[in-house]
T-cell receptor, first 107, second 114 residues
Framework: AQRVTQPEKLLSVFKGAPVELKCNYS??????LFWYVQYSRQRLQLLLR??SRESIKGFTADLNKGETSFHLKKPFAQEEDSAMYYC?????????FGTGTRLLVSP | NAGVTQTPKFQVLKTGQSMTLQCAQD?????MYWYRQDPGMGLRLIYY???????DKGEVPNGYNVSRLNKREFSLRLESAAPSQTSVYFC?????????????FGSGTQLSVL
């Protein structure tokens, strides 16, 4: 079975500081990994996918198969980045989420 | 373009009552999902359906049943609601793309069981 672990429930930083939201996974096959974001009073939306190797809103995430990690990073946090972030893994025909990390960016 | 539509948006039940949460998608997706979202627990998969006519248990299926009525609709039923089922429920559908599975979420149903 697949499993996603987000060890931090809350991450609080100041505007302009670097951000790293941690995500570790366990999966026997080749994983498809995602980051989803939920802004206040909005539905979940896809932030980025590891396959695309894209950068969205300044965020990037690199799949490290050796460390089974998919950490989300941004060099300079903005106040509008404050939200819940979920790491997710797709495998065995289903998408499983981590417990989420709330990011708070203070001015 | 409606996407994924869930009804109702809010519901209050008494312990022991039953209800069905409805979900429909108009994107011709094969896969559909039901999640519950609880503080500190993230999103947990209740049931999923990889294609019309199939359903499978997720992480927390106890106390729930589902029906994949057709390709568009995937309903979640609580036969005898319990306070532990107070949560926000999300339906989602997905399709495979060249760059991985893409999920679309409904706006959620806030359920309170008293």
């Amino acid at each position: 079975a697949q499993r996603v672990t987000q060890p931090e429930k809350l991450l609080s930083v100041f505007k302009g500081a670097p951000v790293e939201l941690k995500c570790n996974y366990s999966y026997s096959g080749s994983p498809e990994l995602f980051w989803y974001v939920q802004y206040s009073r909005q539905r979940l939306q896809l932030l980025l996918r590891h396959i695309s190797r894209e950068s969205i809103k300044g965020f990037t995430a690199d799949l490290n198969k050796g460390e089974t990690s998919f950490h989300l990073k941004k060099p300079f946090a903005q106040e509008e980045d404050s939200a819940m972030y979920y790491c997710a893994l797709y495998g065995f025909q289903k998408l499983v989420f981590g417990t989420g990390t709330r990011l708070l960016v203070s001015p | 373009n409606a996407g994924v539509t869930q009804t109702p948006k809010f519901q209050v039940l008494k312990t022991g009552q039953s209800m069905t949460l409805q979900c429909a998608q108009d994107m011709n997706h094969n896969s559909m999902y039901w999640y519950r979202q609880d503080p500190g627990m993230g999103l947990r998969l209740i049931y999923y359906s990889a294609s019309e006519g199939t359903t499978d248990k997720g992480e927390v299926p106890n106390g729930y049943n589902v029906s994949r009525l057709n390709k568009r609709e995937f309903s979640l039923r609580l036969e005898s609601a319990a306070p532990s089922q107070t949560s926000v429920y999300f339906c989602a559908s997905s399709f495979p793309t060249g760059s991985g599975e893409k999920l679309f979420f409904g706006s959620g149903t806030q359920l309170s069981v008293l």
